[in-house]
């Protein structure tokens, strides 16, 4: 991929207080939507 | 029983303040419990795709983004150094960390030096690419090597 969806990808994964005590895991259609969101559609990137 | 939460909460804050992921006699020590009950702790978060703990289980390994252990991936930001597991995960930790810093890596391929530097929350390099060897649906068969 490219820095720029690269970083994307970092910032709308990790963006996020993590150590907050009700921060979870995101779901398979949440991680799959932030990939669609930054072009990753190739089968590559599909999580099931 | 020691709190799950509380326990990846720590892990979290002290990698976010120190750059560095605690070890489980610090956790222990934090939460006046035995290293016993941390470890027990640190092999649920595991368990749950939470935490990955290194090779016989007895200490964190991964704190995703930040990495335990020395690695190719050297992320710094103001005072602040750390390691990240991989390209995604250096850039993530300056995303966690909502500040400016750079990355030192280098090339998977050929092992030039690069060094991507983030300036006002944008990666200010545009030429490169990043390369994901393992496609994602086997990403956790071996979270090290992927």
Partial sequence: MTLDQQWRLATGWYAEDRGANDWRRRSLDEAEELFRSIGLTSEFWKLR | ?146
């Fill in chain 2, 1 to 146: 029983m020691i709190d799950d939460a509380d326990v990846r909460s720590f892990v979290y804050r002290s990698a976010l303040t120190t750059g560095s992921v605690p070890l489980a006699k610090s956790i222990a020590r934090q939460f006046a419990q035995s290293e016993h009950d941390v470890r027990e702790s640190f092999a649920r978060l595991a368990d749950a795709h939470m935490l990955v703990l290194q090779p016989g289980g007895d200490e964190i390994l991964m704190a995703m983004p930040f990495s335990a252990v020395p690695t190719p991936f050297a992320v710094s930001s103001g005072s602040l150094t750390a390691f990240g597991n991989c390209i995604w995960d250096s850039l993530g930790i300056l995303a966690m960390l909502g500040r400016d810093g750079r990355v030192d890596a280098s090339c998977g391929c050929c092992g030039t030096a690069m060094t991507l530097h983030v300036e006002d929350g944008e990666l200010r390099e545009r030429d490169g690419v990043s390369h994901f060897g393992v496609p994602a649906i086997r990403w956790w068969d071996d979270i090290a090597f992927t």
